[in-house]
Every structure is written in structure tokens, then in C-alpha cells.
């Protein structure tokens, strides 16, 4: 499968962006945004009270026509090759991380609720004071 590996994980990035509402995957699936996004938890996962294998929806940080959150289809696969790929993804080409809005970090949304963020996005904004995608944010990473 296409995407790049780090730390275990592969990431199946985005291709070409079509526009603010889909893209293509390097593994050469299409991907829309959505409000809510739905996946399976792993089988060796749990994640509160939810146990591996039963299913889960989240709400998508909202990024205004820019970027969006999606699940990476080749997760979705069962077999050999979805072993290893992180669940979700933003098209910046950031992993999206599960965000409890009730925590200290502040989102740009007012959800009370769990939500899918952009990684990249939530740490830039923690840091700096404003978020910002994979390949927006101008400082120079040393």
C-alpha cells in the first residue's frame, strides 16, 4: 500500500487534492469531508468504556473549506495490509488525534463533546496561540 512509515505507523496521505470537499489518497482512494466520521475500533484497542471491534462515531473539527478530517480507507480494510495505518487523517497530510474538548486545550470550535482534530493544527495552536496546517505555518522547524 502507498504512504509513507514513522514510528510503526503508515500514514496514507492525501494525492491530489481535489477540492475543499475531496480528495485522493496515495492508495488511490477517494475521500470526502464529513461532519461525523465512523470506524471500528481495533480489536486490541479500547477507547473509554467502548471495547475493540464495536464501532464508533466522532465529529470532524470544522476548517472551514480549507482542510478536512477523514478516515483512512485502507484502516478500514480487513487483511495484512490495513496492519499498521493510523486511523485518520487531515488533508494537510497531518495524523488527526482525538481531542477531548472538555481538556485545557482550547479548539476553535465550541463542541462539548470528543472531536477529531488535526494534529498539526491542535499542537501549533497550543504552542503558538494559532493553529496551523501542514505547510501554512511559516517558522522554521530546526
Known sequence: MAGFNTA???YNIIKHRGSPEEAITLSGHRVEKQEYVYFKIPEEAQLGNLMGGEWMSLKCADYHM???IYIDPVFLMEGPEATGHWFA???????AVILDTRGTIEHDSLETQNMLVCYHYMLTKSNYGHGYHVGQDKRKWT
Open 89 to 95: 487523517m487531515c488533508t494537510c497530510g497531518s495524523p
Open 66 to 68: 480549507e482542510h478536512f
Open 8 to 10: 510503526g505507523y503508515t
